[in-house]
């Protein structure tokens, strides 16, 4: 989709921060903010009647949450985009909204520019992730402990599991995966580019392409983004 304002809805069950969002949206060019949705089953309903180019979702929220409001959303609106709004960037559902389809993730201290910037990657096809986000994603993928604590309350880091002692990273593989396969997942969850990881692995972009189609097809995931949703949940990370 191309030419034309980027149509977004905003979806928020917190009134304050839900209007400040559509207030700061509509001063940026080039977007226009066309309904705002107090929880999921609002948000899916106004992607029916104006089918937005993206919907900014919050996560927790009353009736239908972001998660399932996402999944709904991109099964039965595929043109629409999500990018999920999340108070925490270790918050537990960004893992499961991404794995519903979700492309972008911001937590709700971004800038007017960032905004932008992952609304416009999204519709553009891209991943939109936050620097706070793809920190946290990398580090709960390697198990590293986060460089900034969790705020009171908020629940424990779920870890990777490791491999059982005696076990090679081989024979605990799922979908089939080769070994390349995985060290290719790995890298794409580390944040490397096609070019990064052929150069990495010393083989050719050709293919490096060729291992990304295959394990996509085997794990079903549809984009990078997803892959690093698997990547985090069966704990495949470097040094496999």
Known sequence: MTGGPIR?????????????????LGLLPGITVVGSAADGEEAVRLVAEHAPDVVLMD????????VEATRRIRAEHPGTEVVVLTTYADDDSLFSALQAGARGFLTKDAGAEEIA?????????????????????LERLSGAPSTSPPPSGAPEPVRPSKPEAGKTARAVLPDGLTQREAEVLALIASGLSNAEIAERLFVSPATVKTHINNLFAKTAVRDRAQAVAYAFKHGISEGL
């Open 117 to 137: 910037r992952a609304v416009a990657d999204v519709r553009s096809g891209a991943a939109g992730l936050s620097p706070q986000v793809q920190l946290r994603l």
């Open 8 to 24: 977004v809805v905003v979806a928020d069950d917190q009134t304050v921060v839900r209007e400040g969002i559509v207030m700061l």
């Open 59 to 66: 996560l927790r929220m009353p009736r239908c949450d972001g």
